[in-house]
């Protein structure tokens, strides 16, 4: 499926980036000569008029694309929680205390203390996908996780408190 993003240059403000969804609602992204950036919503029955707008400062700018890129490679996970397979995914904050936090993904034999995959890290605006024993882990990362439940369930209580 193909989505429509068009642009539209505004003079003397700056420029909108719109999408165009699937059932015909326009959200647009404009993005000021200042810097400055905002949302606008579109009226449904009126793609011209702009129903709503949501001023974004740098960190909720950052916060929002972490939150849609997130949830985007999460949703491509999502078949694997089907009953017949018995894997499952999970996000697995890595928190400030946790004896990884600062150490490599290799320093948890995670896969064999646990029998679950670190398939991604999730940092600030960056994904590792399939990372290495050697990536370091920082406070925060999002782990995202493949496994039974009882696996994830000894990963998450590895990460947060050493023992799984």
Same mark, same amino acid.
């Given at each position: 499926m193909s989505v429509r993003i068009e642009k539209v240059d505004l003079p003397g403000i700056g420029t909108r980036h719109d999408v165009v969804t699937s059932e015909g609602r326009r959200l647009g992204v404009i993005t000021h000569r200042t810097g400055e950036r905002e949302i606008a919503v579109f009226d449904p029955r009126d793609p011209d008029s702009c129903s709503d707008?949501?001023?974004?400062? *740098?960190d909720e700018a950052i916060a929002l694309a972490a939150v849609l890129g997130t949830s985007l490679m999460l949703g491509q996970f999502s078949h694997l929680g089907d009953k017949t397979t018995g894997l499952y995914t999970e996000q697995i904050i890595l928190p400030a205390q946790s004896a990884f936090t600062g150490k490599t993904l290799g320093d948890t034999k995670a896969r064999t203390r646990t029998k679950s995959s670190i398939v991604a @890290?999730?940092? *600030?605006?960056? +994904? @590792?996908?399939?990372?290495?024993?050697?990536? %370091?882990?920082?406070? %925060? *990362?999002? @782990?995202?996780? +493949? %496994?039974t439940k009882q696996g994830l369930e000894a990963l998450s209580s590895l990460l947060s408190d050493g023992q799984p």
């Open positions: 707008s949501i001023h974004l400062n *740098d @890290i999730l940092r *600030d605006l960056d +994904v @590792i996908a399939s990372p290495a024993p050697e990536v %370091g882990l920082e406070a %925060g *990362d999002i @782990i995202v996780a +493949v %496994g």
